[in-house]
């Protein structure tokens, strides 16, 4: 019955910017843990970025500056905010989230629980 869906994927020129949303139905408390990912055509899924209960995040090293995440604490809404986009950048984005507490959420080493369905980003150059 939980549900994580993201949106806010599409087309953009490279040198913009894109905010993707990922919203929960099903669970009305926080998780333990969520998690923004890209899966590139061809290439393995990435971790980008994890957050633990208390809204502390922690980014892949190599993409720390133009990746941020935030969660809107009334919505429980959880963005990634995406800047001077590149082509290799295009790939599907997916929110997780882990909903009890295990592991160490902020290494991204974890069982997530719950996928969404993914958002498709295409940057043109």
């Known amino acids: 019955q939980v549900h994580l869906v993201e949106s806010g994927g599409g087309s953009v020129q490279a040198g913009g910017s894109l905010r993707l949303s990922c919203a929960t139905s099903?669970?009305?408390?926080?998780?333990?843990?969520m998690g923004w990912f890209r899966h590139p055509s061809g290439k393995e899924r990435e971790g980008i970025t994890y957050s633990d209960y208390d809204g502390v995040t922690n980014y892949t090293d190599s993409l720390k500056g133009r990746f941020t995440t935030s969660r809107d604490k009334a919505t429980n809404i959880l963005y990634l905010e995406i800047n001077r986009l590149t082509p290799e950048d295009s790939a599907w984005y997916y929110c997780a989230a882990k909903r009890l507490y295990g592991g160490d959420c902020l290494s991204g080493r974890i069982e997530f629980d719950y996928w969404g369905q993914g958002t498709q980003v295409n940057v043109s150059s």
């Open positions: 099903g669970y009305t408390r926080r998780f333990a843990c």
